[in-house]
């Protein structure tokens, strides 16, 4: 019998020799309250993966029922949280310890999404909870009105990270609150209105950023922000152009490319479509180009190399300045820098960040020039809990943490390995189109077939997803026809964790094909 049961009882249980139904399991694990979900799932036993022992013991949950909760989302929440419960059967959290999460029925998730790349140390980790704590007991709030050291000792510790003359800081509580402002500061800095951002990206959920957002799952059909233009998203493996050398990633796409090598013929005409765009759809004087360095919610798609060199020079011709949203791929995430854009071998005008800032705790900021940030003092611009002092200590505990734990260390080692493996899954199956990324900021393409790169259906995407919850792993979604798994977990995941995550991805990849 394997150690862990995770897909059958749902716990972190170490081999005991029982039956996961039996009464004395049933106690012991899951709580009198509990109900097997054996005859639920499509799996025996013997046929789950192992996954990786944990010595974390929740609480037991003694909170209301799944039926009630559920009721309440109906009758008082916005009916948009019944729309994105993500899964046909909703995962019910309870608690959650670095990078696994245990339902109401105890279940416990290998959580590979971190509550939209947003949880970037652990769930509860112990040294953000602890500052946390200490500033609780000292002071849980005051406005920027006042002079308090949590706001600007954290601050300048921010500062210290970003390139020169990257300096000036701006905290927000969300990352749609700090693009919002970026795009504000952008047009009283140039003067200019006219905005470009790429198709497939994502930039928030305000009105304002809406019209940034080019993902029509997060639009409404009502007037937003006016003078956004989306110009074609360089993407290598769906885009009309793309080889086999065009990323800065572990792994390439499986197009031919005769590139000679340095050169890099997709990087080229996708410079030719942007040269279009700037001929054809905006004035002569641009604003600004926003970019994330990889995309996020577009499904964690790459660039060409020096794509992003070349669009900040002509955005930079046409009196614009170039923004860098980090709120996915901030603070070491990438692996191989603390700044995605740094990969790229630029340094942005303004960078704007969130999510993983707090690790789950909301924040957001705007770090730019000091020129440009003068610009704002044209009026009296004011944010109640941005910079908050807990805000504050819980991001300074953060950017600690990063550094003390040799997290980006292990997000460029765990995370190249586990692309490295998905690769092989991708020559393995033919639904496997493309695996991409870099660190801990991974997708995995999903298709019909590798020769037309068409999207795998919504039903068979949902199938695959609802399986894999099902076997204990939590992941995400994306892509423009949401044919993109999404992987971005706690970065303190380790490789037996992937390795149990490869398995169950095999096994339920290969299920799937048999069925079909």
């Given at each position: 019998?394997?150690?862990?049961?995770s897909?059958?009882?749902?716990?972190?249980?170490?081999?005991?020799?029982?039956?996961?139904?039996?009464?004395?399991?049933?106690?012991?694990?899951?709580?009198?309250?509990?109900?097997?979900?054996?005859s639920?799932?499509?799996?025996?036993?013997?046929?789950?993966?192992?996954?990786?022992?944990?010595?974390?013991?929740?609480?037991?949950?003694?909170?209301?029922?799944?039926?009630?909760?559920?009721?309440?989302?109906?009758?008082?929440?916005n009916?948009?949280?019944?729309?994105?419960?993500?899964?046909?059967?909703?995962?019910?959290?309870?608690?959650?310890?670095?990078?696994?999460?245990?339902?109401?029925?105890?279940?416990?998730?290998?959580?590979l999404?971190?509550g939209?790349?947003?949880?970037?140390?652990?769930?509860?980790?112990?040294?953000?909870?602890?500052?946390?704590?200490?500033?609780?007991?000292?002071?849980?709030?005051?406005?920027?009105?006042?002079?308090?050291?949590?706001?600007?000792?954290?601050?300048?510790?921010?500062?210290?990270?970003?390139?020169?003359?990257?300096?000036?800081?701006?905290l927000?509580?969300?990352?749609?609150?700090?693009?919002?402002?970026?795009?504000?500061?952008?047009?009283?800095?140039?003067?200019?209105?006219?905005?470009?951002?790429?198709?497939?990206?994502?930039?928030?959920?305000?009105?304002?950023?809406?019209?940034?957002?080019s993902?029509?799952?997060?639009?409404?059909?009502?007037?937003?922000?006016?003078?956004?233009?989306h110009t074609?998203?360089?993407?290598?493996?769906?885009?009309?152009?793309?080889?086999?050398?065009?990323?800065?990633?572990?792994?390439?796409?499986?197009?031919?490319?005769s590139?000679?090598q340095?050169?890099?013929?997709?990087?080229?005409?996708?410079?030719?479509?942007?040269?279009?765009?700037?001929?054809?759809?905006?004035?002569?004087?641009?604003?600004?180009?926003?970019?994330?360095?990889?995309?996020?919610?577009?499904?964690?798609?790459q660039?060409?190399?020096?794509?992003?060199?070349?669009?900040?020079?002509?955005?930079?011709?046409?009196?614009?300045?170039?923004?860098?949203?980090?709120?996915?791929t901030?603070?070491?995430r990438?692996?191989?820098?603390?700044?995605?854009?740094?990969?790229?071998?630029?340094?942005?005008?303004?960078?704007?960040?969130?999510?993983?800032?707090?690790?789950?705790?909301?924040?957001?900021?705007?770090?730019?020039?000091?020129?440009?940030a003068?610009?704002?003092?044209?009026?009296s611009?004011?944010?109640?809990?941005?910079?908050?002092?807990?805000?504050?200590?819980?991001?300074?505990?953060?950017?600690?943490?990063?550094?003390?734990?040799?997290?980006?260390?292990?997000?460029?080692?765990?995370?190249?390995?586990?692309?490295?493996?998905?690769?092989?899954?991708?020559?393995?199956?033919?639904?496997?189109?493309?695996?991409?990324?870099?660190?801990?900021?991974?997708?995995?393409?999903?298709?019909?077939?590798?020769?037309?790169?068409?999207?795998?259906?919504?039903?068979?995407?949902?199938?695959?997803?609802e399986?894999?919850?099902?076997?204990?792993?939590?992941?995400?979604?994306?892509?423009?026809?949401?044919?993109?798994?999404?992987?971005?977990?706690p970065?303190?995941?380790?490789?037996?964790?992937?390795?149990?995550?490869?398995?169950?991805?095999n096994?339920?990849?290969?299920?799937?094909?048999?069925?079909?």
């Amino acid at each position: 019998m394997y150690k862990v049961l995770s897909s059958l009882s749902g716990h972190c249980a170490v081999s005991t020799g029982q039956s996961c139904c039996s009464p004395s399991f049933a106690k012991l694990h899951l709580g009198s309250g509990a109900v097997c979900q054996k005859s639920a799932f499509k799996y025996r036993p013997a046929e789950l993966p192992e996954m990786p022992s944990c010595n974390f013991q929740p609480e037991e949950y003694k909170g209301m029922s799944k039926e009630r909760m559920m009721e309440i989302r109906r009758q008082n929440c916005n009916p948009m949280t019944m729309k994105i419960t993500y899964y046909k059967k909703p995962v019910f959290i309870h608690q959650g310890h670095m990078q696994w999460l245990w339902d109401v029925d105890g279940k416990r998730y290998l959580d590979l999404f971190a509550g939209v790349a947003t949880v970037s140390l652990g769930h509860s980790h112990p040294k953000v909870t602890e500052a946390a704590q200490k500033q609780l007991k000292r002071l849980w709030h005051t406005t920027n009105i006042y002079v308090h050291p949590t706001l600007h000792e954290y601050c300048e510790k921010l500062a210290s990270y970003s390139p020169d003359p990257l300096k000036v800081v701006y905290l927000t509580n969300s990352g749609s609150e700090a693009n919002d402002l970026a795009m504000l500061m952008a047009r009283l800095y140039t003067g200019n209105f006219d905005i470009i951002t790429f198709r497939g990206s994502y930039h928030g959920g305000t009105q304002q950023t809406m019209g940034l957002t080019s993902n029509s799952p997060y639009k409404y059909p009502i007037a937003t922000s006016s003078g956004c233009t989306h110009t074609m998203c360089p993407d290598v493996f769906r885009g009309p152009w793309g080889g086999s050398h065009c990323r800065d990633s572990p792994v390439q796409t499986i197009r031919e490319c005769s590139c000679a090598q340095g050169h890099c013929m997709a990087s080229g005409q996708y410079i030719g479509h942007l040269k279009e765009t700037f001929a054809t759809s905006v004035p002569s004087q641009i604003a600004a180009f926003f970019a994330e360095p990889i995309q996020g919610m577009g499904g964690a798609v790459q660039y060409p190399k020096n794509y992003l060199k070349e669009a900040y020079k002509l955005v930079r011709e046409r009196g614009g300045i170039c923004i860098a949203d980090e709120v996915q791929t901030g603070f070491g995430r990438t692996g191989s820098h603390f700044w995605g854009f740094q990969g790229h071998d630029v340094i942005p005008d303004m960078v704007t960040m969130a999510k993983g800032i707090g690790n789950g705790f909301p924040m957001g900021a705007v770090v730019t020039t000091p020129d440009i940030a003068a610009s704002f003092a044209k009026a009296s611009h004011f944010n109640t809990f941005g910079g908050s002092p807990v805000a504050c200590a819980v991001a300074s505990s953060v950017l600690d943490t990063i550094k003390e734990d040799g997290t980006q260390q292990n997000n460029l080692h765990v995370g190249t390995y586990l692309m490295t493996e998905l690769a092989k899954l991708r020559h393995k199956y033919e639904i496997i189109g493309d695996v991409r990324g870099k660190g801990l900021q991974i997708g995995v393409e999903m298709v019909k077939d590798k020769a037309s790169r068409e999207p795998l259906p919504p039903e068979a995407m949902s199938e695959i997803f609802e399986d894999i919850k099902d076997m204990g792993v939590l992941i995400g979604k994306g892509g423009v026809y949401g044919q993109t798994f999404r992987i971005q977990p706690p970065m303190c995941i380790t490789k037996d964790d992937v390795d149990f995550f490869l398995s169950v991805l095999n096994k339920v990849v290969h299920s799937y094909m048999d069925r079909k």
